[in-house]
């Protein structure tokens, strides 16, 4: 984190328009999400003291002073250890947000800093931490770097009230993972397929429009300051299929990302940027892009040091080689280490970072042969690269083996580098999740994730990305929408990426709770605690009713081809993508024992090698991704496959229609815009999930011949 | 046919330049087609006397100076009854093709003009048809209208050396069908989903380019000098899905029509026009479009008379109503019959007709509901409306319920409108039948359908066509392609298109032979014998191949949504499409009968209805087309369905594999470019053959677990 980047563009002020035009009562041109002004009501109607400098400190004070214009509190600012600014002499505050090298600092603060020293020791907040305490009656935020103060606000600013309250023990704040970070899957071109956004389901791109950055930078701003809110410190501009235009961001086009990286850097947000492997080719008309190549290297040396002259916080890379027909190493022979380090060595005098994803698979599998199995591929492909890539290669893994389904182990490779820096990729857009037309709040599946041990013993995935130099990566969900994400409740998913990314061990209901209360603040038509429960009984259960309705116990896909919505049990049966469920008249799944299937489970270190090998082991929401069982086999809670397959189907269409009507309830204690919006999408996921229900009970219906034991109508 | 039409830019000559450039020994730009300059050289090197006036006549008289002008013949011409050109004083003469309204007619013209008259009686060859006779040395063409002389002019062309011959007997020659027809689905503005040309598999479109017509015009002309040379008299030049850039051809965009018609016109080609049945709304500023309110009849009468004033030999509108997503007049709660005469009163005072499509059915069809039944719908559309439609309305009809699928009945529709002027729509682009990938000789196809005998008497669905009025519509196969359709050896398709619906009663093979004779003339390198052999053992039973390894016995679809091509055996069976075939574990097919099924077979007269309904007596290729059957029924041949569908697909497989082993015989002995494109498509194929094959059997295997009674393989 730089805070003494280049010039910023600051001095517009962060009132930005966006803001302004979400903060009177007339119509609501782009929703304020979680950062409504009235979740800053608690810090606006305080005296509040500001000490430090710098741009990040400059956002705190701007923060600060917006919600005061609004609630009637005061914000006073001393910069530094040598300034007496007339601002210090206003007395008596309420609240204090100091940078510990602001020495002297005020009383309330400087206690805070000793106890704080003396509980955890020097420089025990880090980059990114913050300490939070009441000392008397002022609320002290201490951090030892700009982008804690920032964070540090934020989290008062979530706290609301109750950061005034007596009593309140000392907290330390510090993120558990470094890179948390949303990539975009934005074009800069409109893709003839995937249109401006791939696999986008809010509108445009916030960056782009039409083979042109956006003029107005206010929305990117704007997002900057939610991302800041919520805990995410880095962004990628653009999609990792990098196309001719794309390609030319780091080049000639450098001026769109600096423009970018200059609206985020005051919320502490760095910037990435998605490359192609041939780059040397296709814009420096070399020869080659062989990693080992001179020439080549010299390339990427030069090119990556102009990028530092103009975003002198630059992030780094992010790069898909060798996948779905992205070029890669592979082209010239050589390993994904030789890639990666290639780019890695051209960051590195700048502190810059490559995230070198590991979705790397043969996309033009002969689905008539059951060997070979995309799950293994990435393992395959990295886990005997361990050791060999440099310290500031971060590969970046999908959660799962396959591809952000609702259901999936958790991908091998995670356990499998201990020697790499690993990311973990979530998809926060929801692709295989509802494509943001669906209620399908994701930190439930997440927090699964995060929580699964490899080894049967403490060491997570949550704290496998927490290791020295980590991440957590989400594909964002974000469009020029003017709810941010298509479906105003998807606004959740956004925020417990990032909240998730800080603190992996945060319940998810906890998370939803407090996304609740920013978002949704009490209004003149009362019914707040309706509100709460109902998007509680909504949200919290939301994954498990999309998974009951789609495919089942973790087979995964069963969508239509190409956009991925809706269901098609056989659209990916017989094609190269190698995502098969092979269902015949007599059972279903993919045998990946070590038995008799593809060995996949051998990937895995114990206890999940033998659990998951086990067919009695073997976790029931798995069962299909590991075995392939008869319609007649026994889950463990007594019920038949085919039995487990029509009473979920059933029931997740009916719990869909709940939703509808629980969100009925909420008709006129909500701004009128939103709950249509929300209607909307109901109405279309209800009849979806219907869809869903009766396509695959009749699918297996049709197949098996069992008919319900229930005696339920299947068509 | 209006021979007096508005002046023509054909003083530019008919030399045109693609056809210069395939005159030359260089590279080919655009290919000849069915018109390489050695299919004039009979003609060319005769002495040949022109008689009559007129642009047709003069194309004739142009065609004839070009052949002679390459193979030394000569051309005279005498204009009309007082004229004694110079021309005429050129003494002995082998050919005379003569207008016999050019009275005083040369001696050989007027004793072939006698003897017709005397077979035949006056009038006896009507607008386009001619008389061909040998008296003495001269062979003779005779003609009354000048389009009948362009045609005869076509026809010797054909025989060649043959026309020459001495014994031949007279010959008299009318088309059966008057409208024969071919219908563009070229978009002017690239639609985002269905390009340029929709279902368009060779190129762009030969008018329109990207919003505007293409400004060179030389490939539409060569165009009209192809369909002359086959028997094809209009061509509708935009989709008839009419998007908003479309529509306005009807209005301030005339003038690209009018361009189209002027280049058109010297072969005797007239120009239609696709239109909305919204244009009194989308252009006309109207509040309405209902075909009863007085403004839009107005509307159209105006509008209408505005385009005779542009194009003075307009065909007429082309219509898709109430459609896929048209709009029509169900909007107004009025009939087919009301929408249509409303179009038919406004072009009745210029001789125009309007060709309403009967390709109405519901497609947000519930897959759940089997009691509805896509094949029923234009029929229960339109057979109420017998009758009621103005004598220039002509109900173009596809030739199936369905839609342009391999196999499929005739649609009943045939026969259950003997008021109504019908046309019946074949599709000439290779929609469901390879998309000019595969090689598919369509017109064995098209000969079953017009021979068939919906009474089981005389009365052929051709017969029915060729009914006063009638037309033979096909959905044209020709882009910007350098071949005209992608495939080179799909131009056939187009040629046997032209040529049966002049003569429905010719033998496909004997055009096929035709179309070789005069598209690949003896070379350089000889083998002709093998190239003709070669293509006949190629061509003549492909449509049987293709069908053999798609879908089986007459269930249809099966193909990947969207763009159609490939398997997808499951692809269509839960769509809202209407297009099943409800395979389960037990059997497959569509039940359609009227004792347990939709009761399709009631629409269609004795003997068929009680053929298709008996189990027993509905022929196998339309088994699973009527009726749904365990996988053990018994064929006729004594084969199970199950055992047909792996035989068949295993067969035509083999046989894609054994076309490209026959085209490999041709190398060196065809135009490189044209071998290499041709193989290059073989081998896409053979592939595809293997997927419908592969997919096809594995489906069925897994659904009915009954094995291969060979042991062939089944993934």
Redesign the interface.
């Known amino acids: 984190m730089s805070d003494a980047a280049a010039p910023t563009r600051f001095g517009e002020g962060p009132l930005s328009r966006a803001a302004a035009r979400t903060a009177g009562d007339g119509p609501v041109d782009v929703h304020s999400a979680w950062l409504p002004p009235e979740a800053f009501r608690a810090v606006g109607s305080r005296r509040a003291l500001v000490c430090g400098a710098g741009t990040l400190v400059g956002t705190v004070r701007h923060e600060l002073a917006r919600a005061c214009a609004r609630y009637g509190g005061t914000v006073a600012w001393r910069s530094g250890p040598a300034d007496a600014a007339p601002e210090d002499r206003t007395g008596a505050v309420d609240l204090v947000l100091a940078l510990s090298t602001a020495a002297p600092l005020p009383a309330p603060a400087a206690e805070v800093a000793e106890e704080c020293r003396r509980r955890h020791g020097a420089g025990a907040l880090g980059a990114e931490g913050f300490a939070l305490a009441r000392t008397g009656d002022v609320t002290v935020v201490l951090a030892e770097e700009p982008a804690g103060l920032l964070h540090g606000l934020f989290h008062v600013v979530r706290l609301g009230e109750s950061a005034f309250g007596a009593g309140r023990r000392p907290e330390r704040h510090r993120p558990a993972v470094r890179l948390r970070m949303l990539d975009h899957w934005d074009n800069v071109d409109v893709h003839p397929v995937m249109g401006q956004v791939e696999r986008g389901y809010a509108g445009g791109s916030i960056f782009w429009r039409d083979g042109s950055p956006r003029g107005d930078l206010t929305r990117v701003r704007d997002y900057g300051r939610l991302l800041a809110a919520c805990g995410v410190n880095a962004v990628s501009v653009n999609n990792v299929n990098v196309h001719a235009t794309e390609a030319r961001l780091l080049t000639d086009r450098l001026g769109d990302v600096a423009a970018i990286a200059d609206v985020l850097r005051p919320y502490g947000i760095r910037v990435h940027l998605s490359v192609t492997f041939a780059a040397p080719v296709v814009l420096g008309g070399l020869p080659t892009a062989d990693p080992l190549d001179a020439g080549v290297r010299a390339w990427w040396a030069a090119t990556t040091r102009q990028v530092y002259d103009r975003v002198p916080d630059f992030g780094g890379y992010v790069v898909k080689a060798d996948s779905e027909g992205q070029p890669g190493p592979f082209t010239y022979g050589r390993s994904h280490a030789d890639g990666a380090n290639l780019l890695a060595d051209a960051l590195a005098p700048f502190w810059g970072v490559v995230h070198w994803r590991a979705f790397v698979y043969d996309h033009r599998q002969d689905?008539?042969d059951r060997s070979t199995d995309r799950a293994r591929a990435a393992f395959d492909h990295f886990a005997p690269l361990d050791g060999r890539f440099r310290p500031n290669v971060v590969l970046q893994v999908k959660h799962g083996p396959m591809d952000f389904q609702a259901r999936e182990p958790v991908s091998p490779v995670v356990a499998a580098m201990p020697a790499t820096r690993l990311a973990v990729e979530v998809q926060v857009t929801q692709e295989y999740t509802g494509q943001q037309r669906h209620v399908c709040y994701l930190a439930p599946w997440w927090s699964e994730l995060l929580g699964f041990a490899p080894w049967g013993d403490h060491r997570t995935v949550a704290a496998l990305a927490a290791g020295e130099g980590g991440g957590l990566v989400g594909v964002s969900n974000v469009g020029d929408d003017p709810f941010w994400t298509g479906h105003p409740l998807a606004q959740a998913n956004l925020y417990a990426f990032g909240r998730l990314a800080w603190d992996p061990r945060l319940d998810p209901a906890a998370v939803l709770d407090e996304w609740i209360g920013l978002t949704f603040p009490p209004g003149p038509a009362g019914g707040h605690d309706l509100v709460r429960r109902t998007l509680h009984e909504m949200m919290d259960d939301s994954w498990r009713t999309y998974e009951r309705y789609t495919a089942p116990l973790g087979v995964g896909f069963m969508v239509?081809?190409?956009h991925h919505y809706g269901?098609?049990?056989?659209?990916y049966e017989?094609t190269p993508w190698g995502t098969y469920h092979f269902?015949?008249?007599?059972g279903v799944g993919v045998d990946r024992t070590r038995a008799s299937g593809t060995g996949f489970t051998g990937q895995y270190p114990q206890p999940w090698r033998d659990v998951y090998e086990s067919l009695d082991r073997c976790p029931d929401d798995l069962l299909l991704f590991f075995h392939h069982v008869p319609y007649g086999h026994v889950l463990h809670d007594g019920s038949t496959v085919i039995q487990h397959i029509y009473d979920t189907h059933f029931a997740g269409a009916e719990e869909a229609a709940a939703l509808r009507a629980r969100w009925d309830r909420l008709d006129g204690l909500l701004d009128p815009g939103l709950h249509t919006r929300v209607r909307e999408r109901l109405d279309e996921q209800v009849r979806c999930a219907e869809?869903w229900r009766?396509?695959v009970n009749?699918?297996f219906?049709?197949?098996?011949?069992v008919p319900d034991a229930r005696g339920r109508r299947i068509?």
């Open positions: 689905w008539r239509r081809p190409g269901p098609d049990v056989d659209g017989y269902a015949d008249r007599d869809e009766d396509q009749a699918y219906f049709r197949k098996s011949g068509p």
